[in-house]
């Protein structure tokens, strides 16, 4: 989906006051799916998981939800909840989803062939939300877009797993900054996750011709219709050992010197990669973050 120029950068989080009905089905039509835990964290980080459960409940009843059984053997049972269609459409017109059609998923079993890739972005937005209440910051539910969609040119498309916004708050300043997340589970080659270096690369380039012109035309990159600046690009990996993951990372970082495009990329755009784990053990603003153009771990901030 691509962003909306209307849409705000940083919208708020949301209130206690507003409806948790309302917040609920706001966050599943943006974020897909999320398992009960998941939603009390993003939405009521201090309140008791019934509250949410009772919630989900409801929905399910009014036939708003459903849900799917997550595959934990000798664990109690967890479900991850996503919109029926008849919810989707009542989410359609909602203000923190303007510009961002809702994608529904009709059936458990179509639920259970995203819910792996799916939870594990919102389990990666997690980590920043929290860190962003510890430190004061500004990053709510509504500032994280998964699957932002842009064109790169010959017909093709550029999905990112998430475009995240987030906004530094410290003494008299703001500061508002912006990633594109990647997000991978090792369920792709190595190599064919260090290409996706070269498609944020023809993004950076790509230049969108008026339509109805038979000449060529300069109206400079395509990505200024809707960032003042572009943004940063994290990796996010998980699902492996450590020594197989840092493996990926150097072939991100290879990729990053070799390639033509992708070195001019990482000339001017910052780029990072970093282990799921080790966020959600330090925080996101941990040293933490392999840039891809060498140099010592730092902050995604610090980049």
């Known amino acids: 989906m691509t962003p909306s120029p209307d849409t705000p950068a940083t919208e708020p989080a949301p209130s206690p006051a507003e409806p948790l009905r309302l917040q609920v089905l706001t966050a599943l039509a943006l974020h897909r799916m999320a398992t009960t835990g998941q939603l009390r964290l993003m939405l009521r980080p201090g309140s008791p998981r ?4 009772r919630v989900l409940n409801t929905l399910r009843t009014t036939g708003h939800t459903d849900r799917t059984v997550l ?9 991850a909840w996503y919109l029926t269609p008849h919810g989707a459409r009542l989410t359609r017109d909602l203000p923190a989803l303007r510009g961002r059609p809702p994608y529904p998923i009709t059936s458990t079993t179509a639920a259970s062939l995203k819910t792996a890739h799916t939870l594990t972005v919102v389990r990666t937005h997690l980590t920043f939300a929290q860190d962003a209440r510890l430190h004061g910051h500004e990053h709510g539910p509504y500032d994280w877009t998964p699957e932002t969609a ?4 010959e017909g093709e498309r550029l999905v990112a797993d998430a475009l995240m916004h987030y906004t ?6 703001r500061t508002k900054l912006r990633a594109f997340i990647e997000v991978d589970r090792t369920t792709m ?3 064919r996750l260090a290409t996706k270096l070269i498609d944020y690369a023809r993004l950076f380039h790509h230049e969108a011709q008026p339509p109805g012109r038979r000449r060529p035309t300069t ?4 990505w200024l219709r809707w960032y003042p600046l572009f943004p940063r690009i994290l990796f996010i990996l998980t699902a492996a050992s450590r020594p197989r993951l840092e493996g990926r990372i150097s072939d991100l970082q290879a990729m990053a010197a070799q ?3 992708a070195a001019t990329l990482a000339n001017e755009v910052p780029l990072a990669a970093a282990i799921l784990e080790d966020l959600e053990q330090h925080s996101p603003t941990a040293p933490v973050w392999t840039p891809l153009t060498g140099g010592n ?3 995604w901030t610090e980049l």
Not at 50 to 53: A, D
Not at 219 to 222: L, M, R
């Open 259 to 261: 390639h033509p495009l």
């Open 71 to 79: 595959p934990h053997p000798g664990r109690p049972r967890t479900h």
């Open 50 to 53: 019934q509250l949410i459960s």
């Open 168 to 173: 530094l708050v410290g003494h008299q300043q």
């Open 189 to 191: 080659s190595s190599e």
């Open 297 to 299: 771990p730092r902050a």
């Open 219 to 222: 109206t400079g990159p395509a």
């Open 150 to 153: 842009h064109p790169i040119g």
